[in-house]
Structure formats: structure tokens, C-alpha cells
């Protein structure tokens, strides 16, 4: 079975501050994919990152950024300098080929920057 | 593409009523995915579907749900009879293979 922990489930920061939300997962499959998606307040899924379990470089996008370490089961991500904009929910997930490459969630970290 | 399109955006039912929510994938995408968003449970997968063949729908809380896909371009999700307790966000996703899910913009059930 797979698991995928979030275990922030709410952080605030202050605008231009880093933020890292982390996410653990778990399976027992060689071969598997790990996700970000955002959700922000307007509700709509917004896929953010796909890496395969065999893929360890980290990933930059302009401020956001990826580090996966299968050694902790861990694929964290961090926003630098955020934004008001940034502030929605992040969920983390994962996907393997005997599951039909669905996705299974984590419980999501809302995340909130203000002014 | 138009992404995936979900309909109708908002759903206000009365318990004990038939609700079908409709799904059209992004074309060539060969999965299907229906999802529900509750604040106690979060996303979790209701059934999924390769190549419009069901595939799992152990996440099919009760016999009241059903899904189908008669074709590659076309998904319905069904729960008769609704129940209060079915009010949450349903989402569709589709996806080719072990690609990323992109996902409709979801439809706000409430049954009262």
C-alpha cells in the first residue's frame, strides 16, 4: 500500500520569507512517481511537479524548487521570497503502475503568506 | 485543449435524489479518474478507469455510486439515491499513462 504524509497541515509566513512544506512517502514499489499539486482558494487542482523514483536531481522552476531523497522517503518543496500569491493549499502525491497510476494524496499543507 | 470539463459546477440536491455528474478527459489521455474532497478525508480516488474499462472502483463508498465510461471522451459519475453526507467537491482527472493527472475544475455537490 502507499502512503503520502503531509505533516504541516497549516504554515503561515510573512511575504518574501522561504518556506519549505515537506512530504514523506511511503511503498514497497521500485518504480514509482511523486507529485505537487496546488489548490488555490478558487479550488481548481493545479499540477506543479512530476519526478520518478529513479530521477533523484533536484529541480529549480523560478522560486520553487524540489528536493527528493529516496534515503528519508522524502520529496519536500520550497518556495523562496513568497508571495501573497503562493498562499493556497499544497498537496503532495504519489503514483505507481499496479494502482493505474492513480494518484494518492497526502492530507494537503495550507499555506498562507501575508503581507 | 480545453483541459478536462466538468459539469455542472455546482450541484444543490434534495436527499433522496438521483445526481449525475459528467466528465469529458482531455483527448488522447487514456485514464480516468474520479476523485472526491472532503475536509475530514481529503482527495481520495473513487474508481478509475484505462481505456474506458473500469479498472478499481474499491473506493466506491456504496453501492449508491456508480461510474461508467461508454467512450473515450465521455464519463459520468451517478449516486442514487444522494445522501447528506455525499456533499463534497467531485473531481475528474485525466491522465496518459504514468504522466501527470490534470484535473477538471471539480463540482460542488450539496445535498440537503
Known amino acids: 500500500a502507499q502512503k503520502v504524509t503531509q505533516a504541516q497541515t497549516e504554515i503561515s509566513v510573512v511575504e518574501k520569507e522561504d518556506v519549505t512544506l515537506d512530504c514523506v512517502y511511503e511503498t514497497r514499489d521500485t518504480t514509482y512517481y511523486l507529485f505537487w499539486y496546488k489548490q488555490p482558494p478558487s479550488g481548481e487542482l493545479v499540477f506543479l511537479i512530476r519526478r520518478n523514483s529513479f530521477d533523484e536531481q533536484n529541480e529549480i522552476s523560478g522560486r520553487y524548487s524540489w528536493n527528493f531523497q529516496k534515503s528519508t522517503s522524502s520529496f519536500n518543496f520550497t518556495i523562496t521570497a513568497s508571495q501573497v500569491v503562493d498562499s493556497a493549499v499544497y498537496f503532495c502525491a504519489l503514483s505507481v503502475s499496479n494502482s493505474g497510476y492513480a494518484l494518492n494524496f497526502g492530507k494537503g499543507t495550507s499555506l498562507l503568506v501575508t503581507p | 485543449d480545453a483541459g478536462v470539463i466538468q459539469s455542472p459546477r455546482h450541484e444543490v440536491t434534495e436527499m433522496g435524489q438521483e445526481v449525475t455528474l459528467r466528465c469529458k478527459p482531455i483527448?488522447?489521455?487514456?485514464?480516468l479518474f474520479w476523485y472526491r474532497q472532503t475536509m475530514m478525508r481529503g482527495l481520495e480516488l473513487l474508481i478509475y478507469?484505462?481505456?474506458?474499462?473500469?479498472?478499481?472502483d474499491s473506493g466506491m463508498p456504496e453501492d449508491r455510486f456508480s461510474a461508467k465510461m461508454p467512450n473515450a471522451s465521455f464519463s459520468t459519475l451517478k449516486i442514487q439515491p444522494s445522501e447528506p453526507r455525499d456533499s463534497a467537491v467531485y473531481f475528474c482527472?485525466?491522465?496518459?499513462?504514468?504522466?501527470?493527472?490534470?484535473f477538471g475544475q471539480g463540482t460542488r455537490l450539496t445535498v440537503v
Open positions: 483527448s488522447g489521455h487514456n485514464s
Open positions: 482527472a485525466s491522465s496518459y499513462r504514468a504522466l501527470e493527472a490534470f
Open positions: 478507469f484505462n481505456n474506458n474499462v473500469p479498472i478499481d
